[in-house]
């Protein structure tokens, strides 16, 4: 009987993990690069610029801009990319929150910055008394976190005809 309510809770965890694991799935789209260190042979040190929708929350996009390493090491996906990572966030149209229950420095995307021990985070939380949502990325490690950050504020305002969503409403 024990072994039957662990292996439910165990198949319950990992439907859970699975679906928080889609929402942070999607891939962002490269809008655009440029190169900041020329190698002769193999590719380019280059600054990249990604596209991202909020998974939970339509009519709000961010943009992050973050180092890529070329070379060899870069190329065969070896190098550990620097934490140097900006962040803007929009209001690009009427906002919608998909889901109630949203929780404050929720994760929005993350990616890896290197083979095992750094990744990228972008997460989110609510201004609820200036009904702003505020973005903020940072990169972290196994044995050391990175100070380096960077934070973004959308104020949740009307779209053509459509009142203001609080964000306050939302959020546990």
Do not use: H
């Not at 009987?1 to 694991?21: D, E, H, N, W």
């Not at 709000?60 to 390493?69: D, F, G, L, R």
């Not at 380096?148 to 305002?157: C, D, F, G, I, Y």
């Amino acid at each position: 009987m024990l072994f039957r309510s662990l292996t439910r809770f165990g198949l319950a965890a990992a439907l859970a993990v699975s679906a928080a694991s889609a929402a942070l799935a999607q891939d962002p789209d490269r809008i655009f690069d440029k190169s900041t260190v020329w190698r002769p042979l193999t590719p380019n040190d280059k600054l990249v610029v990604y596209g991202i929708d909020d998974p939970a929350v339509t009519g709000v996009a961010c943009w992050y801009t973050q180092p890529e390493k070329g070379g060899i090491k870069g190329t065969l996906g070896l190098a550990e990319d620097v934490s140097d990572i900006s962040l803007a966030c929009r209001q690009t149209g009427p906002v919608q929150f998909r889901q109630n229950n949203l929780k404050q420095g929720e994760v929005v995307f993350s990616e890896r910055r290197s083979l095992i021990f750094k990744s990228m985070q972008i997460v989110r939380g609510c201004d609820a008394a200036r009904n702003t949502l505020i973005y903020m990325v940072y990169s972290d490690k196994v044995i050391q976190g990175s100070p380096k950050n960077s934070t973004s504020a959308v104020p949740l305002a009307p779209w053509g005809t459509e009142p203001a969503a609080k964000c306050s409403d939302f959020v546990k």
